[in-house]
């Protein structure tokens, strides 16, 4: 608040300087020499000009002087200060409301963390107080021997401590028997927000702080999953329970939502009776359903509180009748609890806890329903980033191209995911029936006859399919994947498309939904080129974990006896999960084709993959492994030892589902076609699983270097020596007096360390502008932070060309001072922009370009080294 002060006091002072009111009919005068007093009029003129144009030229200026008759006794010189005077109270007034924003937003989160705080010192008495209790009685044998009730409550630990209270049946239809639910579901709720019901433990990976989401917690020995959240959000209470409640909006696996009965009670809340239906994650298990009650109520305070709960025998309540293919899910009580906050805003409790009755489904996918982690990843963050993104949409603070609305990008999003959501499940009542197979398949096919159901009562179906009828059919599979981070797994399938699609098979699907030629307008070009595809953002969530975007196939012709297609195809692709440090997250890439009038309600037949990470249910840090080249590095038995402790630990499941139409006479050749597809991605990609997974990497790096490339301890020890040899400095500041040292401690560099080598004979070039056009310098290797800095991994980064790296300005400063590295060995590259595989921009302080010489001092490539280096 000091800080703001001081500026009050500067802008106070800077407004001193001009003056303000009249003294004179027109005449500017000057006050002591030093200040010179506007009135009015010419206020209002120097205003105008500012609007067009902040910062005038001289030429400008006088201009300005001779086309304002008000203006003409005032120096040039005076014109200019009082110009530079108004952007100064411009800059001084925005930052001073940022920094009014940063203190409401810096003391409402110190009243979160203090409340976080009380709550915790109460959770540390609580367990004083048993350990204490546990304490006296292992020191008293006879009362362990003698009393079991009394052994009971002590080895029982924190299940024993909220125990669920049991109620005679009440008669569901009687508004009091609801209320009194309603009122004990209340007072659980807000015991497990802001006290000590539950054992909460803070999630790793999410760190708290005004500029983060908020601050998050697992649950940690009680009864189902649980996860927390508190958080600060810059919306009103009232906004953010509309939000809230419209779960369909925002909770990607549900289903559908029922309100059946809405009761009003007397303090202004309401008691609602509803029904949930929620999608299985993979084609090996059931879905969900759950048959709760949900009350929202208002505080003095002006906050709100919305809790619900599960209906069933132990609660006292009736649920509803079981719905065929679905598992009943009991639903602790859990819900929101939103207060305002000082200077607008609210401040938001979540308390997200589930029983999802893990015996049902295999014993392999049984982490999927018993980790806190996924919940907390798929329900109680997914809802904080829905209010966070609406929010800065609202404020204008998120602004898309393409001339999309953002509602209508998230609907996009929305559909995307829930028409893979169908795919995968498959019930029934959409229409979907399995077809008939000989023996056990690996892949699953299932078809769909009635495609108006799933693509929207517009679609025309006479478009797609002749006389002949025809309809939807879906293969898919499932699979375990070992020591294969997701996120890894799906950056890598989603740069590069060539190494797993087949795009004859692409181009039948996208044929079978277009209507016209494809090409999508209103759409700004500028992604990047990988192998054929071209990557079009088009839109992306506030911390970037979910990108939607458009992605061009180039050269892909495909005709058949009604269709023509040009040489590009185009799909609408939604990528999530691609954040390796993102605690529990499931990684998935779903596409469909699109045509070029890409209209609001154009019709969506969406494939692709999942990846969900089958974390143990235990909270101890689990094991987590990245493309770290110098731990693999390591022999003998204990590493053997250490690799098949975590294959065994780190596995995820795989999901794939594609979709294609067919017509009725060809169903037959559609199903053979669609499982032989199925089936050679599904080998593609256990072939790229292999190659990226850590345990593989071993001395060959996990990619295949080209002929002559040394190892990995080899270059590492040539680089630095030839930094040393050229700058006469250390590229690492630690001295490494073991290789493999050394290799970790180039791995692990903050700055962004690249090699790249030439095609051609570098000293047999002329021009070393012809021979990056020619041939351009292809990436060989790059550190963590270098792998980083180009969004991709060391299998795909032989794809990746210097000129795709640097932009215009850096080349052509790069081509001038080629010659002093082959000199000198080395140079200096200015602070500048290069882009990502992924086509984003990156800035950097400073870069140093580098001869690396080998053994023989003989050249083997250039080393790059950006320093400072951060997403624009």
């Known amino acids: 608040m000091a800080m703001v002060v001081h500026q009050q006091h500067q802008l106070a002072a800077a407004q ?16 002591a020499g030093k200040y010179v007093r506007y009135t009015p009029e010419q206020v209002e003129a120097l205003e105008r000009v500012y609007a067009e144009c902040p910062k005038p030229s001289s030429m400008r200026r006088q201009q300005l002087i001779r086309e304002c008759p008000i203006l003409s006794n005032i120096e040039p010189k005076q014109i200019k200060v009082w110009f530079q005077n108004r952007r100064c109270r411009e800059k001084q007034r925005k930052e001073s409301s940022r920094l009014q924003t940063v203190n409401r937003k810096l003391t409402a989160m110190n009243k979160l963390l203090m409340e976080e705080n009380d709550r915790l010192q109460k959770q540390v008495s609580h367990l004083t107080y048993e350990n204490g209790y546990m304490r ?11 009393d079991n009730s009394s052994e009971s409550v002590v080895t029982s630990g924190q299940h024993q401590r909220n125990p669920t209270p049991q109620h005679p049946q009440r008669d569901a239809n009687n508004p009091a028997s609801l209320l009194a639910i309603a009122e004990e579901t209340l007072t659980e709720f807000l015991s497990k927000a802001t006290g000590t019901a539950v054992d909460w433990v803070p999630m790793l990976g999410m760190k708290p702080g005004p500029d983060s989401i908020g601050i998050f917690a697992v649950s940690h020995n009680c009864s189902g999953v649980a996860a927390r959240a508190c958080s600060l959000v810059s919306l009103e209470p009232t906004k953010v329970a509309e939000i809230l409640k419209d779960r369909l909006s925002w909770y990607r696996d549900c289903r559908c939502l029922d309100v059946h009965t809405v009761i009003p009670i007397g303090n202004g809340g309401t008691i609602e009776l509803l029904y949930m239906q929620t999608y299985a994650p993979t084609t090996i298990a059931s879905a969900r359903d759950f048959w709760t009650l949900r009350y929202t109520t208002g505080l003095e305070d002006g906050g709100l509180v919305i809790c619900e709960r599960s209906l069933n025998s132990s609660t006292g309540g009736s649920s509803g009748p079981p719905a065929p293919n679905f598992v009943r899910a009991e639903m602790l009580p859990s819900g929101y609890l939103i207060r305002p906050c000082e200077g607008g805003g609210s401040m938001i409790h979540i308390v997200d806890h589930v029983d999802l009755d893990v015996w049902s489904v295999p014993e392999v996918l049984r982490p999927l329903y018993e980790s806190p982690k996924i919940l907390a990843q798929k329900v109680t963050i997914a809802a904080l980033r829905h209010i966070r993104q609406i929010s800065m949409e609202t404020s204008g603070e998120i602004v898309y191209g393409g001339g999309r609305q953002p509602a209508v990008l998230r609907t996009f999003s929305q559909r995307l995911s829930r028409g893979f959501n169908d795919a995968v499940n498959g019930f029934a009542d959409d229409g979907w029936s399995l077809m008939g197979s000989e023996g056990v398949e690996d892949v699953v096919i299932a078809v769909n006859s009635s495609p108006n159901k799933l693509l929207g009562s517009h679609f025309n179906s006479s478009v797609v399919f002749s006389t002949f009828g025809g309809g939807i059919l879906c293969a898919k599979a499932s699979m375990l994947l070992h020591n294969v981070p997701p996120a890894l797994l799906v950056r890598f399938l989603r740069e590069h498309r060539s190494e797993w699609a087949d795009c004859g098979v692409d181009a039948y699907s996208a044929a079978a939904l277009r209507a016209g030629p494809c090409a999508i307008s209103g759409l700004r070009a500028g992604g990047s080129f990988m192998g054929g595809q071209v990557i079009l953002p088009l839109a992306h969530t506030v911390e970037n974990e979910e990108l939607l975007e458009v992605v061009r196939l180039e050269g892909h012709g495909f005709n058949t006896d009604n269709v023509i297609l040009p040489r590009d195809m185009y799909l609408l692709q939604l990528c999530s999960g691609i954040d390796e440090n993102a605690a529990g997250a499931c990684a998935q890439l779903v596409f469909a ?66 979709q294609f139409t067919f017509e009725n006479h060809l169903q037959d050749h559609v199903a053979a076609m669609a499982r032989q597809y199925v089936r050679s991605v599904i080998a593609s990609v256990q072939r790229v699983a292999m190659a990226i997974a850590p345990s593989h990497l071993g001395s060959h790096m996990g990619l295949k270097p080209p002929p002559g490339s040394p190892e990995a301890l080899t270059l590492a020890q040539w680089l630095c020596r030839s930094y040393r040899l050229h700058t006469g400095v250390e590229l690492l500041k630690a001295d490494a007096q073991a290789g493999d040292s050394l290799l970790k401690l180039l791995w692990h560099h903050a700055d962004a360390i690249m090699c790249c080598s030439f095609k051609s004979n ?111």
């Open 136 to 146: 006296q009685q292992l020191h008293t044998p006879s009362v362990t021997t003698t």
């Open 593 to 658: 084709p699109i045509d070029e009038s890409f209209a609001d309600d154009a019709p969506l037949l969406p494939s692709g993959f999942r990846v969900i990470p089958l974390d143990p249910k235990s909270e101890g840090h689990s094991v987590t492994r990245t493309l770290d080249l110098a731990s693999t590095l390591e022999i003998g038995p204990v590493a053997a030892a250490r690799s098949a402790n975590e294959s065994s630990s780190c596995r995820s499941v795989l999901t794939i589902a594609f």
């Open 16 to 31: 001193g300087k001009e003056g303000g009111g009249g003294g004179g009919k027109g005449a500017a005068q000057m006050d």
């Open 762 to 872: 570098v000293h047999s070039c002329s021009s070393f502008h012809y021979l990056l056009i020619a041939s351009p310098p292809i990436c060989t290797f790059a550190n963590q932070a270098g792998l980083d800095m180009l969004e991709t991994t060391l299998i795909a980064l032989q794809d990746i060309t210097l000129d795709k790296i640097l932009d215009e300005s850096g080349q052509k400063i790069l081509y001038t001072e080629f010659s002093k590295i082959m000199q000198q060995g080395f140079t200096y590259l200015p602070a500048g922009i290069c882009s990502s595989s992924m086509g984003r921009p990156v800035s950097y302080e400073q870069a140093v370009a580098w001869k690396v010489l080998n053994e023989e001092d003989a050249n083997h490539c250039l080393a790059f080294i950006f320093v400072n280096w951060s997403f624009v």
